[in-house]
Structure formats: structure tokens, C-alpha cells
């Protein structure tokens, strides 16, 4: 809103039970613009709306498409594969060794993704997720942040190669490695030195324990350098 005058950047979002992310990109056309958020019931007796986590930063909305916490599953344009290992996407239960990096119960939206394994299959086989295409620009910074852990039952080292894809070119971008059951926030830079359309590939890697369990959450992707 600016000098009284205002314009909607969007008309609605029609959502489920549980937290979604939702980016606009704005091009403000003063400076000193004012953001206003009217929260609208829908039809029915009762409406519940609930708003968290307003942020605004400079550059694109990058991770619109990219983001993903794993509510009721896969998102949208993502992709699970493995030969061996078999991937699942949990709800949250009020126990701390199923629950969500955030401690959200499945009432509340929490959800994770996991691979279980107990066939005692040869370490380093590996299950990758593939996140959908998102166009990244040269020399830019950008921070690819999630969160993950093993099980404290089977003493796993949780092992994830973070890789960049472009035209069928793979990459390693970085390895994050946890042997804790205490959900870790690991995060990978990536600066292309091309601008184009990248997909971000998370490996792990199966280790040497009879079962073999971890668990990841919450991937994000924003253009900055990443805070440790």
C-alpha cells in the first residue's frame, strides 16, 4: 500500500490443516510501500486461519517451487529413487525418536522423510531425492539448508552428498554427515557459474549397521550465504 492506494498481489491460498510456505515477488514501486494481509473466511460456520513467519528479503523468490517439509508425503515436482533402499514419509508422532526437526505432532503438520533398511545390504548403496528444476543465476550465492538424523536405536552414521545437476551434469556440491539421533541442521553454498535451470540432488549413503535408518526434514533453499 502506498499514499492510500493499494494492490493485491494475490487472491487466495486454499490449504489443508498443516503450515504451507507461500512467496510472492513484488516489484514495490515506491520505497516506502506498506504490505497488509487480510485473512478472509471462507463459507461455513467456522474458519480458522492461522499466519506465522513473515519475511521479506531482497532477490528472487527462489525456493517457491523448491521448498519442502514432507506434509502427507513428497512434494510436488520432487522425486524418491532407490535400487535397494526403500524411502517412507512419516507423520509425527509426540515421541522424540518420530517426530519432526520442528517437535510438530501430526496434528500440527508434522512430517519427515526417512529411509529404513534391514536386509544388511553392502554399505555405500545409495537413495537419492531429486528436487524439481529452479533457475539459478551466476555468481549468485544461494544456501541449500535441511535437517537431519539417525536412529537411536541402531547407531547409523546419517551420510548425505548434496550434488548440483545442470544438463545432465552432477556435481558435488558438499557432505553432510550425523551420528546423533538429535535432529542437525546441515547446510551446502552453491554459486553457479552459469545461469540455468539446476536441480539439487540429496544422496545417502548406507552405512555399515545390519539396520540401517535416518531421517531428513525441512529443505530449504535461499540466495545468501548460509548461516552456521
Known amino acids: 500500500m502506498h499514499d492510500g492506494q493499494s494492490k493485491q498481489l494475490i487472491h487466495s491460498v486454499n490449504t489443508p490443516i498443516y503450515w504451507q510456505g507461500i512467496h510472492i515477488q513484488i516489484r514495490p514501486e515506491n520505497p516506502n510501500a506498506q504490505f497488509s494481509f487480510e485473512a478472509i473466511a471462507g463459507i461455513g460456520s467456522v474458519s480458522n486461519i492461522s499466519i506465522d513467519d513473515i519475511t521479506i528479503h531482497s532477490g528472487s523468490c527462489v525456493g517457491r517451487n523448491f521448498n519442502c517439509s514432507f506434509n502427507w508425503g513428497l512434494c510436488g515436482g520432487w522425486s524418491a529413487s532407490s535400487v535397494h ?3 517412507f ?10 517426530q519432526d526437526h520442528t517437535g510438530n505432532v501430526i496434528s500440527t503438520g ?9 536386509t544388511n545390504r553392502p554399505p555405500g548403496i545409495t537413495a537419492v531425492l531429486t528436487s524439481p528444476p529452479i533457475t539459478l543465476a551466476v555468481e549468485q550465492v544461494y544456501c541449500v539448508d ?3 538424523k539417525s536412529h537411536q536405536d541402531f547407531n547409523n552414521t546419517a551420510i548425505v552428498n548434496v550434488n548440483s545437476k545442470l544438463s545432465g ?7 553432510c554427515q550425523v ?23 540429496f544422496d545417502v549413503i548406507r552405512d ?3 539396520v540401517f535408518t535416518i531421517m531428513i526434514d525441512d529443505i530449504t533453499i535461499y540466495p545468501a550465504p548460509c548461516v552456521v
Open 85 to 87: 533402499l526403500n524411502w
Open 89 to 98: 514419509f512419516s507423520p509425527s508422532v509426540n515421541t522424540p525418536t518420530f
Open 110 to 118: 508434522g512430517y519427515y522423510a526417512g529411509i529404513v533398511d534391514a
Open 146 to 148: 535441511f535437517w537431519l
Open 169 to 175: 551434469k552432477t556435481s558435488l556440491v558438499s557432505t
Open 179 to 201: 551420528m546423533t539421533s538429535i535432529w542437525e541442521n546441515c547446510v551446502s553454498s552453491i554459486t553457479p557459474n552459469v545461469t540455468g535451470l539446476y536441480q539439487i540432488e
Open 208 to 210: 555399515t549397521e545390519t
